[in-house]
């Protein structure tokens, strides 16, 4: 089988997230050059992606067009219900999923994640744990599962996994996949960054 083309793969920043930790939207922070953390990812992501979305709960960006966001419209924060608006607004049948809080992980780590992915309904990234929502997702094996996880209120990624054909992508640099939940992971990040 062919490896697929990122012409072909469209790629979605999820930034719905309730940020509770960080204490403040952590879509909006500022990050490198960037105004925000959404920004820098999204312009990282343009690099090897053609088309790239953001999902998010509500329309609070002012640098994409309105065909660039997917609005999660569940009552319910939970990214189960955004995999599932997702799957539902876009056409491809593979799509690489990122979250907006992981702005250090590498374009040829995604490459590779990508190239992996072929024969799997999902293939996610890995190092001491792993990392649900950094990945190549399937949608017409996850659409009708989603749906129903959805229906029955069970909203474990982790379970989502385990009931489909899963690979794991195996990564040794667990800084390059910090998810930055509280203030500290982004002032690492950004320090990080800044090197």
Known sequence: MTTPSLEDIPCVILCGGKSSRMGEDKSLLPFSSSNTLTQYQYEKLKKLFKNVYLSSKVDKFDFISKDELILDKAEVYSPIAALHSIFTKIDS?????????????????????????????????????????????????????????????????????????????????????????????YKRALSIISK
């Open 93 to 185: 049948n593979k799509v690489f999923i990122i979250t907006v809080d992981t702005p250090l992980v590498k374009l040829e780590s995604i490459n590779r994640i990508i190239s992996e992915s072929n024969d799997y309904d999902i293939a996610v990234a890995k190092t001491t744990r792993v990392h649900n929502l950094c990945g190549v997702f399937k949608k017409d094996k996850l659409l009708a599962l989603t749906n129903k996880m959805l229906e029955e209120d069970f909203h474990k990624v982790g379970y989502l996994l385990k009931q489909v054909s899963t690979h794991y992508v195996e990564f040794s640099l667990e800084e390059e996949f910090i998810n930055l939940n509280e203030k500290e992971e």
